[in-house]
């Protein structure tokens, strides 16, 4: 029982790490299983009893799969965090264009009584990037998906786009 519950502590931190990072964590989680296949093979080699690889290849790659599967479940929840806050500012700058006929010249003007919706990406809470056109009376809306990928709210749209 107890190595159940390192492999899945392990797993779990695994997890976070890569799962909270950017599009270059999952990079260098290819670079940690590589490392540990590396080391399991030398592992292999220098032990004599079967019985002891056995069972320490099947704990190495049982917390490297449980680490890809929380990375992923982990991003996933990081994505739906973010988006939803993308959501609530957007909504907060339309309520302010309907009560103000105007577009706010910056988002440090819609705040009121609460704070601001920030985005989580690379372990901290960031600022949305919020572009004005005052000849159009339109706005962006971007945050970064994963360090590599941009994703932005065009207001003339009304969808939200990926890009790179």
């Not at 590589?34 to 080699?45: A, C, K, N």
């Not at 009893?49 to 599967?69: D, E, M, P, S, V």
């Not at 994963?146 to 890009?163: A, Q, V």
Request: aromatic share 18%; proline share 1%.
């Amino acid at each position: 029982m107890k190595k159940w519950i390192l492999i899945l502590f392990f797993s779990i931190l695994i997890g976070l790490y890569f799962g909270l990072g950017t599009i270059f964590g999952f990079f260098k989680l290819l670079l940690f299983f590589g490392l540990s296949t590396l080391i399991f093979i030398v592992l292999i080699l220098i032990w004599q009893k079967q019985f002891r690889k056995r069972n320490y290849a099947i704990r190495i790659y049982l917390t490297i799969c449980f680490g890809l599967i929380f990375s992923l479940l982990i991003f996933q929840l990081k994505k739906a965090y973010n988006q939803h806050n993308a959501n609530l500012l957007t909504e907060q700058i339309i309520d302010f264009r309907n009560n103000n006929n105007r577009l706010p010249n910056s988002i440090a003007e819609l705040k009121k009584d609460t704070e601001l919706p920030k985005y989580f990406d690379q372990f901290e809470l960031k600022d949305f990037e919020y572009s004005l056109n005052q000849k159009t009376n339109e706005f962006n809306l971007s945050y970064s998906l994963d360090g590599w990928h941009i994703n932005e709210f065009n207001s003339k749209t009304k969808e939200w786009e990926t890009r790179d």
